[in-house]
């Protein structure tokens, strides 16, 4: 199975900064069917990216996903308040589809 | 709206079963798949299986195939997750979430289901 590895683990910043997330796969990841999901503590995660850069109707375009192959990224280009959370990335393109351990943003 | 509503919170014995369900609305039930995915507490995500509701075509994670059961009852539009001996390391929550084509992400995702397992 491919395995994703996120870095950091933790990212300390404050609301305004500009985040960027690595997410990093142990192979191709096929037609860059990745995505990027945020997690806030007691809820559900929810779908951010897919496609590698593509956003869902409602997601703000403080949000936007790059890369292809092995190395993909989630950048935020100004944080708000609401984006301190845990943030996780999928490959889909092969199963079975797995997950990265989740980087958690907080504020510094 | 596309909505994926899961069965409450559960509080279980070691050795007990238990089947939680995951009622859909909004959509076709049966052209969808729908995935299951574990946290464990104050850990990340975990892909369980995946069953396609139109003729019941499950596939499991390997390291959870043989440990629990995915099922779906088209009639009433619900998918369940089902344990026949719970251990403590079944403590977790646990997600259902549409998939948008097999090869796909998931776009929607339940509320979660909260199991416990303590003696």
């Known amino acids: 199975e491919i395995v994703l590895t996120q870095s950091p683990g933790t990212l300390s910043l404050s609301p305004g900064e500009r985040a960027t997330l690595s997410c990093r796969a142990s192979?191709?990841?096929?037609?860059?069917?990745l995505a990027w999901y945020q997690q806030k503590p007691g809820q559900a995660p929810r779908l951010l990216i897919y496609?590698?850069?593509s956003r869902p109707t409602g997601i703000p375009d403080r949000f936007s996903g790059s890369g292809s192959g092995t190395d993909f990224t989630l950048t935020i280009t100004r944080l708000e308040p609401e984006d301190f959370a845990v943030y996780y990335c999928?490959?889909?393109?092969?199963?079975?589809?797995?997950f990265g351990q989740g980087t958690k943003v907080e504020i510094k | 709206e596309v909505q994926l509503v899961q069965s409450g919170a559960e509080v279980k014995k070691p050795g007990e079963s238990l089947k939680i369900s995951c009622k859909v609305s909004?959509?076709?039930?049966?052209?969808?798949?729908i995935d299951w995915v574990r946290q464990m507490p104050g850990k990340g995500l975990e892909w369980m299986g995946i069953i396609y509701p139109g003729d019941s075509d499950t596939r499991y994670s390997p390291s959870f195939r043989g440990q629990v059961t995915i099922s779906a009852d088209k009639s009433i539009t619900t998918s369940y997750l089902q344990w026949s001996s719970l251990k403590a390391s079944d403590t977790a929550v646990y997600y259902c979430a549409r998939r948008t084509t097999f090869y796909g992400h998931n776009d929607y995702w339940g509320q979660g289901t909260l199991v416990t397992v303590s003696s």
């Open positions: 999928q490959q889909y393109g092969t199963s079975p589809q797995t």
């Open positions: 192979q191709s990841v096929s037609s860059s069917y």
């Open positions: 909004g959509y076709s039930f049966t052209t969808y798949w």
């Open positions: 496609g590698a850069s």
